[in-house]
Each structure stands twice: as structure tokens, then as C-alpha cells.
């Protein structure tokens, strides 16, 4: 007798088959919070809860790791400007560098400011999938149906753009030509745009088919999780929203 393999219920799973109202609620709820905190403690916590909310949504740690290795081009000139430029008692007296505790203070709270908004930021864009997001951004009264076409569009062009970019990307990479360089800028921008012309006629052909197409998404989440999951997003949206408001 065959039986079906059941598929494993993921935090992802639970987490968009909650209502999006409340996933937008608790999601945007935390990054006003990051924004109008000014406790060091709790833009902490933030950084961590918003992180590790990623993990769970994403289901491994490669991007999460990849926005903390693009984070550090922006702490580090923070840091560096604070401890160079800021008055207060010198971390080191004898040495000659201009580096003072107040730098250092400034420095390491505005960074790890940046970092609780970054963070919450990204945690706000996956409150919706990207299926809701095209519904949303289609519900607006005056900016929907200038942005349907634009909706329409990003996935393949970024399919398209990102294979053509790989393969020219290749080919100055066995040549290593510095002298090349500006011609392969100048390559890329010339296939981005012939893209984009391709992907309009294409667009153009099977726009009935596409606009009408409807947005769907499979879920293996229980109705426990689902109940659980949308209240927790409802208690955290309702916490965040009192701690800026009130």
C-alpha cells in the first residue's frame, strides 16, 4: 500500500499561514519601535528577535549571514568617524590616537541603531509573500494600476538579467582586463535595457493571461499553529504599537 510523504510543518509554513493583516501589523509595529527606541538594551533584543525571526522564515542562516557581511560597510565608517572626530577623555593618552570613550559610545550606538532598523526592515518585507505584496501594492486606489505592469515584470527580468549578468560576469573573470572593465559596465547596463524591451513584448502578448492569473500560495500549516501564530503576531503588533504610542 503506498502512502503519501507527508511534508514536515515549517516556522515559515505556520508563519504566512497566519493573517497577513496581523503579520503586517506585528512586523511593522517592530520596526517603528526600532525607529523611535532609544534604549540601548532594547534595540538588543530587537536586533535579535527580528534575526532570528528571519532564520525561521528563510529556513537557513545564508542570508541572514549575508546581511550582517553587508552591514559591516556601513558600522565601520560609523565607528571610525565617532572615534576620529568626537571630543571627550582619550581611550589612549600616550599613543597619539585621537580615539575617546565618547567616540566609542556614539559610535557603537548609532551602529547598532542602524543595525535594529536594518534588521526590522528586512523582517517587514517578509511580513508579506510575494503574492500578497502584488496584491497589496494592485489594491492602492491611485498607485495600483500604474505599478501592475512594473509587478508584472520584475521576476522574469530579474531571472533574465541575473543569468546574462553570471555569464558576462564569467567572461571578464578568465581575462582579469582592468582595461576592460568600463566595456563590461557599459555591456551590462546595454543587456539590462535590451531585457527589460524584451520582456515588455513578451509581457504585452500574454497580458490578459497574466493579469487574470491568480496569486496562490500552498501552506502545511495546522489550524493550532495557524490560531497560535495569529496570536502571537496580534499580542506583538498590539506590545509594539503601545510602546511607541504611548
Not at 522574469?156 to 573573470?173: A, N
Request: hydrophobic content about 55%; proline content about 4%.
Amino acid at each position: 500500500m503506498l502512502t503519501s510523504k507527508q511534508h514536515p510543518v515549517t516556522f515559515s509554513d505556520q508563519f504566512y499561514a497566519s493573517n497577513s493583516l496581523l503579520r503586517l501589523l506585528a512586523c511593522s509595529g517592530l520596526l517603528l519601535l526600532s525607529i523611535s527606541t532609544h534604549d540601548m538594551v532594547a534595540s538588543l533584543y530587537l536586533v535579535v528577535m527580528a534575526a532570528m525571526l528571519i532564520r525561521g522564515i528563510d529556513g537557513r542562516w545564508q542570508k541572514l549571514k549575508y546581511m550582517l557581511q553587508l552591514l559591516r560597510w556601513f558600522v565601520l565608517p560609523i565607528l571610525l568617524l565617532h572615534l576620529f572626530f568626537s571630543h571627550g577623555q582619550l581611550i589612549f593618552p600616550d599613543s597619539g590616537l585621537p580615539f575617546t570613550w565618547k567616540g566609542l559610545e556614539q559610535g557603537f550606538w548609532l551602529s547598532l541603531h542602524l543595525i535594529c532598523i536594518f534588521m526590522s526592515a528586512m523582517l517587514m518585507f517578509r511580513a508579506l509573500n510575494m503574492a500578497e505584496w502584488n496584491r497589496f501594492l494592485l489594491s492602492l486606489p491611485f498607485v495600483g494600476r500604474y505599478v501592475a505592469v512594473y509587478l508584472m515584470m520584475i521576476t522574469p527580468m530579474r531571472q533574465q538579467i541575473s543569468h546574462g549578468l553570471f555569464h558576462l560576469k564569467q567572461q571578464w573573470m578568465l581575462r582579469r582586463d582592468w582595461s576592460s572593465f568600463p566595456l563590461f559596465v557599459l555591456t551590462s547596463f546595454r543587456f539590462a535595457l535590451s531585457s527589460s524591451v524584451d520582456q515588455v513584448a513578451q509581457l504585452w502578448l500574454r497580458w490578459p493571461v497574466a493579469f487574470n492569473q491568480p496569486l496562490t500560495s500552498v501552506t502545511y500549516a495546522t489550524t493550532g499553529g495557524r490560531l497560535a501564530m495569529n496570536f502571537c503576531c496580534l499580542v506583538i503588533g498590539i506590545m509594539a504599537y503601545l510602546m511607541v504610542f504611548v
